[in-house]
T-cell receptor, first 112, second 110 residues
């Protein structure tokens, strides 16, 4: 099945710890994105990558880091510098600019 | 200039009625306007999308109306069903990255 796989579905983290969220796609898409969703708010862009080994900051990149070493993988690290990391994180990919973006099922991160 | 404003925040419609959600944008460089549907705990799924060279696009019960001069676009859901109850997001893009509206929670009452 083609699609985007995010793991884990639920993640708990202690304050002060870094944690990495996985995102893998087998759609052969060039572009990949990370969004954060908070209750009652839209999706806010954290980071995006249009090509392997290149990525750009989105609107709320502070406290997050990414890598794009392979076309199919775009992991997101939530660092201890992120002040309010509890949220629903969504990964997406698209073939190219201004084309349909497919989303994964999300990872719900809770800081305990 | 990068914002997309969506209204209403929530909407209650009777079964069989028409649901209408509106969005407005400022950046005239946007060239792709999708609508996404999201159920609780799931990722958003593309519902329908339009480009600014057409004023309307219809797919089944879902229609996008696009007004380029007013920089507005809207989603109409005809014959709304309880299964349509979800959160709907409009978005806009010109560089690949999507700028999302705040979302509309739709409840369709039986």
């Amino acid at each position: 099945d083609g699609g985007i796989t995010q793991s884990p579905k639920y993640l708990f983290r202690k304050e002060g710890q870094n944690v990495t969220l996985s995102c893998e796609q087998n759609l052969n898409h060039d572009a990949m994105y990370w969004y954060r969703q908070d209750p009652g708010q839209g999706l806010r862009l954290i980071y995006y990558s249009q090509i392997v080994n290149d990525f750009q900051k989105g609107d709320i990149a502070e406290g997050y880091s990414v890598s794009r070493e392979k076309k199919e993988s775009f992991p997101l690290t939530v660092t201890s510098a992120q002040k309010n990391p509890t949220a629903f994180y969504l990964c997406a990919s698209s073939r190219s600019r201004s084309t349909e973006a497919f989303f994964g099922q999300g990872t719900r991160l809770t800081v305990v | 200039q990068q914002q997309v404003k969506q209204s209403p925040q929530s909407l209650i419609v009777q079964k069989g009625g028409i649901s209408i959600i509106n969005c407005a944008y400022e950046n005239t460089a946007f060239d792709y306007f999708p609508w996404y549907q999201q159920f609780p705990g799931k990722g958003p799924a593309l519902l329908i999308a339009i480009r600014p060279d057409v004023s309307e696009k219809k797919e089944g019960r879902f229609t996008i109306s696009f007004n380029k001069s007013a920089k507005q676009f809207s989603l109409h859901i005809m014959d709304s069903q309880p299964g349509d109850s979800a959160t709907y997001f409009c978005a806009a893009s010109n560089t690949g990255k999507l700028i999302f509206g705040q979302g509309t929670t739709l409840q369709v009452k039986p």
